[in-house]
């Protein structure tokens, strides 16, 4: 039927179309080839940057319109303990990184220690985020209590989801820690990292001073 | 794409080690930014955190994500990333 | 047509174009009752009209979904469907369940829930149908051969049936029935369908374009993942007002301007392989409505849906001629021009008739998008108009009512257009062609 008319043929930029005579290999800048890990893993992190970016600018936004409301609400923030958990993620994600350098050596057993060690800060990253929403919780505060909690709750909740999340893929990396899976697994928890990176300081630093 | 080498740029571990401690001065400098209580430091300290925040995600999407060979998506990732904060600061800094 | 049991996808093809031409007939009838409300009030009343207009276009909808898996899987999977019969029941199932509840509703026997007024039993033949379907295509796709194409046709057709089983719930707690109702209408449209979306549009192009498979099944499962990032928690632009916590208003906003995204990439995937493939497939037709397809949804449903969906704009524009402006223009461009983009392509091929003149196909297409088009603005600015009359100066509805009467006018004219594309697509469809153009001998790699 169509096959009868043309065959399929290669693919190549329309540089080239215009000159059929040369054949060449260039890709597009934008190919999800050449970066490291399951191509997927990319659009993921580009739509969470987006989801989470969204989200900061709700929040600047609504506390331009209500200053009052979350300056009062600032004053309650724990800095010191979502600075420390800054380090923690941090460090996690440097343990993490370290793992894949120990898994493209082909060293597992240095692999998977280095995937505990990512894991433990990552657990501890969790229990210090519990405990700040359980000071939260103490003062009577809840998701519902004004745009300032219902937005920090959800960010860093969406945020602490991702955590756990990607300890569950560390432990997965753990029990089957190819170079593939790491580069995949590990890019996720750097995303986190990332994601982390933005919030801190809008949700904690901007704004406190002032 | 399974069979290929690693895409991911050789980085000794000396180098994570330099980004780490980059990353974690880059944190108390501007957790000490916050710190600030008055004059003209303190009201644009939310502009100069988002520029820390820019370096530190430049780190992270290169040492720790590996995106020294595109550099495309590594400029596009930084810039959308940068863009985001220093419009939450701008917002933030003129209250 | 390489097997010969994709003769199927014929007979649903039929079925959903007649099913296309009473649901825009009633669209029609439903538009004049408009500009004169009391036209066949005995009769037909307003809310019948729109039942069947809505109803008539989901049945459709899924009756080209069905001819187009049966159509396009024996290809992919590289052998003939797992049984012909079963699919033969399947269609009888379906045309009985769809007229039985078109003659129940002029009858007055409907369940009332707005899209899921069908009668229980009516509902019962859906599932069965789907089931029937799912259980034929399922089995030939894991027989042979598993493509990117029907991987996600599958998980897209599967979540379809899935989901529609919440319409069984009617909780008497009218939140909570309202909260499931999304998972029925908008996990279909935002979430599921946009899989079967991708996956169809991707196979056309694959087949009129030449691009290589590995470059189409990228595509596809980006905008997959990137559909189903954005939509499921995009539910949430519909939890602000009926009752769920108000923390939806956040979730909804943010998650549910994302769904631009998957739109906008499935026009850059239609347009680039259209632009990449060197084939000069002969059926021109079937590009434009596949091109036309993506574009029309990312105006429909991205950039028209994206207007009303941040909750601080909903929270004025909710319920006014603003949703009727969006949906139609969704409707039309992703699955409607869906449907009519395989159908161009696949019906000549069933009927043995290309290579083939489509003018009048494409006339159609210029006729209903134009229609459309121009639907869509004259809603949209009689919905400003409409919340500004209504929800910032607080006027009485009817009043308001009374005063977009024009916009109204001119929305039966641009119903009128469409309707006589629609119907001028179906006559191109089944005339048979006399006059004959060439395939493309002339140039395979245009010059710039």
Known sequence: MTQKRADAMAVEGPHIASKPGRSSKRQSPWSLEKLPGDPMMWILIVSEIFVFGGAL??????????????REARAHLNIPIATLN??????????????VRYANSGNLRMTRLSLLGAGILGILFMLLKIMEYWQKFEMGVGLETNSFYTLYFLVTGFHLAHVVFGLIILAILAVWPSKDNLETGTAFWHMVDLIWLMIFPVFYLMGVGL | MNAQPSKMPGIKIADLLKAWVMLVSLTLASFAMSYLEAGFLAKISPLIIAVMILLKSRIILTRYLGLMQTSAWYMMLSATIFIIIVICAGMLATL | MKYSSQKVALWYFIVALVLFAAQVTFGLLAGYIYVAPNFLSELVP???????????LIVWLICGFFGAAYYLIPEEAEREIHSVKLAYIQLVIWVVGSGGAVISYLFRVHEGREFLEQPLWVKLGIVVAALMFLYNVSMTVLKGRKTTISNVLLLGLWGLAVFFLFAFYNSVNLAIDKMYWWYVVHLWVEGVWELIMVSILGFLLLKLTGVDREVIDKWIYAIAALALFSGVLGTGHHYYWIGTPGYWQWIGSIFSTLEVAPFFAMVVFSFVMVWKGRRDHPNKAAILWALGCATMAFFGAGVWGFLHTLSSVNYLTHGTQVTPAHGHMAFFGAYVSLNLAIITYAMPILLKREPYNQVLNMISFWLMTGGMAFMTFVLTFAGVVQT?????????????????????????????????????FIYAMAKPQKELIESGAQEVAPAE
């Open chain 1, 57 to 70: 600018w709700a929040f600047a936004i609504s506390e331009m319109l209500h200053p009052d409301i979350f």
């Open chain 3, 46 to 56: 307003f809310n019948i009209a729109r039942m069947i207009h809505t109803n008539a």
């Open chain 3, 388 to 424: 500004h009359l209504q929800r910032v100066m607080g006027e009485y509805f009817m009043d308001v009512q009374d005063q977009l009467i024009f916009f109204y006018w001119m929305r039966l004219g641009s119903g009128v257009i469409f309707v006589i594309g629609a119907l001028l």
């Open chain 1, 86 to 99: 800054t380090l923690i993620l941090l460090t996690s994600g440097f343990i993490a990184a370290i793992a």
